[in-house]
C-alpha cells in the first residue's frame, strides 16, 4: 500500500487543521491506519489510529478530546481533525498502515509498521 499524507500548515494557537492520509492498494493491505508526529529533536509518538473494519480508535493522552480520526472507505482515506491546537502540536505528521490489527493501544507503537506515507508539516504559532 501506498500512502500520501496532505493538509499540514501554519495555524494560530487554538486554530484546526484537518490532515489527510490517502491509500492506494488492495483493501487486504491495510487494516490498520495510524497517524503519528515527529517534534525537531523528539522521538515519534503514535498520535491515533483508526481500524479499517470496526472504526475503532485510539488516541493519545496529549490529544484525546481535541483530535478526531475518521475513514473514508470511498476514498480510502482516513482523515486527522485536529481542533484546538497548541504550540506543543507542532511536528511532522506522518501516517502509516498495518495490513493486520494489533491489541488496543498497541496500534500506536511504530514498532508495529512498515509501510509509511511522506510526512506534512504542522506549524502552531502565532
Known amino acids: 500500500v501506498q500512502l500520501q499524507a496532505s493538509g499540514g500548515g501554519l495555524v494560530q494557537p487554538g486554530g484546526s487543521l484537518r490532515l489527510s492520509c490517502a491509500a492506494s492498494?488492495?483493501?487486504?493491505?491495510?487494516?490498520?491506519i495510524a497517524w503519528f508526529r515527529q517534534a525537531p529533536g523528539k522521538e515519534r509518538e503514535g498520535v491515533s489510529c483508526?481500524?479499517?473494519?470496526?472504526?475503532?480508535?485510539y488516541f493519545t493522552d496529549s490529544v484525546r478530546g481535541r483530535f478526531t480520526i475518521s475513514r473514508d472507505g470511498a476514498k480510502n482515506t482516513v482523515y486527522l481533525q485536529m481542533n484546538r491546537l497548541k504550540p506543543e502540536d507542532t511536528a511532522v505528521y506522518f501516517c502509516?498502515?498495518?495490513?493486520?490489527?494489533?491489541?488496543?493501544?498497541?496500534?500506536?507503537?511504530?514498532?508495529?509498521?512498515?509501510?509509511w506515507g511522506q510526512g506534512t508539516l504542522v506549524t502552531v504559532s502565532s
Open positions: 502509516a498502515a498495518r495490513a493486520v490489527r494489533v491489541p488496543g493501544r498497541t496500534c500506536l507503537n511504530s514498532m508495529h509498521y512498515v509501510n
Open positions: 483508526i481500524s479499517r473494519g470496526t472504526g475503532t480508535t
Open positions: 492498494g488492495s483493501s487486504l493491505d491495510y487494516q490498520l
